[in-house]
């Protein structure tokens, strides 16, 4: 304004005094030279004060935000003005492309399943994505500018990342009583500052641990019948047996070998049933064929010594793979037999639910089972009484490749049990799964 202002008052003096020594000249001289000079004196003068006000106009477009277009003026500081406003809007452009371009670089890095944590060069947070907040338990707008260590306080952590040693990454143990493991990596970057990723493991971590107890479960499971096979044939090869000892450590070494191919058989089912995709809904399989089978085993296995109803006209047909539901209907119905003491009633039955799904349900008036058994009963290898499993026959498979035939089926294993009421083991099958066999509609649409 003063600038302007100081303008306004030399060209106003310039014009006085152009107008002074004109005054003057034409009293003095009275020549037609004087008047000139004065007239070009005023237009010089006036246009100078238009100037002045266009400069003023540019200069209050520039002191403000340059929101609005810059004056239209002809001339230079049109020019001036024009030329001041494209390169502001060119770098307006530049700045939105980069923010844009920073919004989806951001976005990419959220929709990670990883956690990404960037720190400045004083552990402070600048940034994280909301897996990360949710791996460490930031709140990632409160707890920017905050220094990570103050936040995420386990030592390990800590001393990690002051120790500056980042080759391998550290696992972390995250949530209220070890509920899970975080592989976190740092890595330096720009002047001191740090990235910080962490993958949840916990999930891969349950898996490792399954692997291991799996494969020792296994080389337990198979050292005790090679250890027994191993001492009888120690002592037929040392001591002179006669004809009925020989025989009676021969008919043992039969169970063991029997054992372990059961066991091995198990095992083959169990890794096929895991390998192969899901049955499809389109082979139909009679449900009474099934039942007939396991009841003539189930009575073989019993010898007389239950009482075993099997009820096997139902009309049903189920739809899934004959052998898998053949296995998973006899390894409920042995067990029945194998844990049921000899006197016992085993009852096989099918039941029809409103919705049109079904349930085949393998009761026996066994020992039962203790509540807290229940939920771990399908675990491999898992068994309440590992003896009597054993002395049975059992290799703690069973009810595990149950639990696998009917979910790959679509349905669930449900086990209901009362501690010397006996045990009740229900194969639920999806309407999808499950229908009517129709003979007699079936033949003439067939015939036509
Ligand atoms: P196993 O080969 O040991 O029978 P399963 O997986 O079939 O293995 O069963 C796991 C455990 O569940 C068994 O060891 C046994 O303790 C218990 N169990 C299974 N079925 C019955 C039943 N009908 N009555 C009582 N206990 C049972």
């Not at 030279?33 to 070009?40: C, W």
């Not at 994280?128 to 949710?134: E, F, L, M, P, S």
């Not at 386990?154 to 949530?175: H, N, R």
């Not at 895991?274 to 010898?303: C, H, I, Y």
């Amino acid at each position: 304004m003063t600038w302007f202002l100081a303008r306004l008052l030399l060209i106003a003096l310039a014009l006085l005094v152009g107008a002074a020594v004109g005054w003057w000249a034409g009293r003095e001289f009275a020549t037609p030279l004087v008047a000139e000079l004065m007239g070009a004196g005023t237009a010089v003068g006036l246009f100078a004060l238009f100037d002045s006000l266009r400069a003023h106009r540019l200069m209050e477009w520039l002191r403000g935000s340059q929101q609005e277009a810059a004056p239209r003026d002809r001339g230079f500081w049109g020019e001036i003005g024009y030329r001041v406003e494209r390169a502001l809007r060119q770098r307006e452009q530049a700045l939105a492309r980069e923010r844009l371009w920073l919004e989806q670089f951001l976005s990419a890095i959220e929709a990670s399943p990883n956690g990404v944590l960037m720190l400045d060069d004083n552990d402070q947070i600048q940034w994280c994505n909301r897996v990360a907040a949710d791996h460490f338990s930031l709140d990632p707008q409160r707890d920017l500018q905050q220094r990570i260590t103050n936040l995420v306080r386990a030592p390990s952590f800590v001393a990690y990342l002051q120790a500056g040693e980042y080759q391998e990454p550290l696992m972390l143990t995250i949530g209220a009583r070890g509920r899970g493991s975080l592989s976190v990596v740092v890595r330096g970057y720009g002047d001191g500052r740090k990235l910080i990723l962490s993958v949840d493991v916990t999930e891969r971590e349950r898996a490792d641990a399954m692997r291991r107890d799996f494969v020792a479960n296994v080389s337990h499971e198979i050292r005790t019948p090679l250890t027994v096979l191993a001492g009888f044939i120690e002592t037929m090869d040392n001591l002179p047996l006669t004809e009925p000892e020989r025989r009676r450590v021969l008919s043992l070494m039969q169970q063991q070998t029997q054992r372990m191919q059961t066991l091995v058989a198990d095992l083959l089912t169990l890794a096929q049933l895991e390998g192969s995709p899901r049955p499809a809904p389109d082979r139909w399989v009679p449900l009474d064929n099934l039942l007939q089978r396991v009841r003539s085993d189930a009575t073989a296995l019993s010898t007389g010594r239950h009482r075993i109803t099997v009820i096997a006209d139902t009309q049903i047909e189920l739809a899934g793979v004959e052998g898998e539901l053949l296995s998973a209907i006899g390894n409920l119905l042995s067990n029945a037999v194998r844990y049921t003491p000899e006197g016992g009633g085993i009852d096989v039955h099918w039941r029809e639910l409103a919705d049109g799904s079904g349930e085949l349900c393998v009761a026996d008036t066994g020992p039962g089972i203790a509540r807290e058994h229940l939920p771990r009963l399908t675990e491999r290898f898992y068994r309440v009484d590992g003896s009597r499993s054993r002395e049975s026959g059992g290799t703690g498979l069973g009810l595990s490749i149950v639990k696998h035939v009917v979910q790959r089926h679509g349905g669930e294993l449900q086990i209901e049990s009362e501690v010397g009421k006996g045990s009740r083991f229900k194969l639920q099958f999806p309407a999808a799964r499950v229908r009517t066999r129709q003979l007699e509609q079936a033949q003439p649409a067939e015939q036509a």
